[in-house]
């Protein structure tokens, strides 16, 4: 039996240049877990591997892009596997020799390209890998081709963390033993927006230049299918042209291969100067104090940490009930939730929140209570440990 001085080595597996969605929810993970404990709980040793696409040999110490920076700030030892091209089996090689060198006691990879390398590296039949599902992208050929590959990687993990049950409906579908699945929701700490709120609204909005009286609707993420920002602009349309006298503007942070299409289609719809293609943004904080409401039109998600961070921030929210949105806020409880796919639908329940302050204040200090007492970080780490224990205690190698 494990007691509190019990150490676990995490090699954790990663693709990523930025710190955002997946990769920013691991290294707060990892600065939780490096807090003062628990009692019982067991210490995390994290180290990470990650890729980085160069034609060159990359010197040890040189460091590629955001993510690795910051990890390496946070003192976690980051090995950079140089890929010359997609599917080198160099990676695999590299993973091989992460592991020998690394000799975690537990293996965990992130999306579905690292669990691809990661079981055709065979190394996972010889240390417990739980494979870490964020969902589905199709953002082009090659991510789809991992997509459709994920099922005969997935098959092999010892365990496979989800973030949503609806995800893990959709693992069970594709072959996942039932027994293998384990849901963990993504949290963010009560404290994230404390200090934007040293500065009223009324400031961030002078700092964005924001007119006075001008109605907020935010969005953040991605711009891809699954985002669906398309049905967000077309609901901002139609209620700009049903309410000609509502001073409203939208704004979009974050980017993608869909803006393209999105900006085409507000020039379309003659939307284009009442919205905001604001770009990805290194903190979305003052954006969050700007707003009025935030809205999350996708189509699918998980455990969107735009929502968490809505929450955190005390915003209204207005979000399709898709994944695991319905399982962190509940309709004209926590926020409205509305069908995907329906811009009429959207339109109305962002008309609401604009018409109803009092609904709208009541719908955000919900959701600001829901967030900071059920997706801490502190419960958040405590669960995770408990899995990589229970793994451990296992003493599995192969399923």
């Known amino acids: 039996m494990m007691t509190q001085s019990d150490q676990i080595k995490l090699l954790a597996v990663v693709e990523a240049a930025t710190v955002t969605g997946p990769a920013r929810n691991l290294l707060d993970f990892f600065a939780s877990a490096d807090a003062p404990r628990e009692k019982g709980e067991p210490y995390l040793s994290p180290t990470l591997t990650t890729y980085h696409r160069s034609r060159i040999?990359?010197?040890?110490?040189?460091?590629?892009?955001?993510?690795?920076?910051?990890?390496?700030?946070?003192n976690i030892p980051v090995d950079?596997?140089?890929e010359r091209f997609p599917f080198d089996l160099r990676v695999v090689n590299g993973l091989r020799d992460a592991v020998l060198r690394r000799a975690p006691d537990i293996v965990e990879t992130h999306h579905v390209k690292s669990h691809f390398l990661f079981r055709l590296s065979g190394a996972w039949q010889r240390r417990p890998w739980i494979a870490f599902h964020h969902g589905y992208t199709s953002t082009d050929a090659k991510v789809r081709l991992y997509n459709h590959l994920d099922r005969w990687s997935l098959r092999a993990a010892h365990r496979v963390i989800t973030v949503s049950q609806a995800f893990a409906r959709d693992l069970k579908a594709?072959?996942?033993?039932?027994?293998?699945?384990?849901?963990?929701?993504?949290?963010?700490?009560?404290?994230?927006?404390?200090?934007?709120?040293?500065?009223?609204?009324?400031?961030?909005r002078e700092q964005l230049k924001i007119s006075d009286g001008e109605r907020v609707i935010l969005a953040v993420g991605r711009f891809s299918k699954e985002k669906a920002l398309a049905d967000l602009v077309t609901a901002f349309a139609q209620l700009s042209r049903a309410q000609p006298q509502l001073k409203a503007r939208l704004i979009l942070v974050g980017d993608g291969l869909e803006r393209g299409p999105v900006q085409q289609l507000a020039a379309e719809l003659g939307a284009t100067q009442h919205i905001l293609f604001a770009g990805q943004v290194s903190d979305p904080r003052p954006y969050y104090a700007a707003a009025d409401?935030?809205?999350?039109?996708?189509?699918?998600?998980?455990?969107?940490?735009?929502?968490?961070?809505a929450m955190a921030a005390g915003l209204p929210i207005v979000a399709t009930r898709v994944g695991g949105v319905p399982e962190i806020?509940?309709?004209?409880?926590?926020?409205?939730?509305?069908?995907?796919?329906?811009p009429d639908a959207l339109a109305q329940a962002i008309n609401l929140l604009l018409a109803d302050e009092n609904l709208a204040r009541r719908l955000g200090e919900a959701a600001q209570n829901t967030v900071s007492t059920r997706f801490t970080p502190d419960a958040h780490r405590t669960t995770r440990l408990e899995f990589y224990r229970e793994l451990l205690a296992e003493n599995v190698r192969t399923p």
């Open 174 to 204: 594709i072959g996942v033993p039932e027994q293998r699945i384990l849901v963990l929701h993504n949290s963010i700490a009560p404290s994230w927006f404390d200090s934007v709120r040293a500065h009223d609204k009324k400031f961030w």
């Open 80 to 82: 950079v596997i140089a």
């Open 329 to 342: 806020v509940r309709h004209e409880q926590d926020a409205l939730l509305v069908a995907p796919s329906q």
């Open 293 to 309: 409401i935030l809205a999350m039109p996708s189509l699918s998600e998980g455990s969107p940490l735009a929502l968490l961070e």
């Open 57 to 74: 040999a990359l010197d040890p110490n040189e460091v590629p892009n955001e993510f690795v920076r910051r990890a390496r700030a946070q």
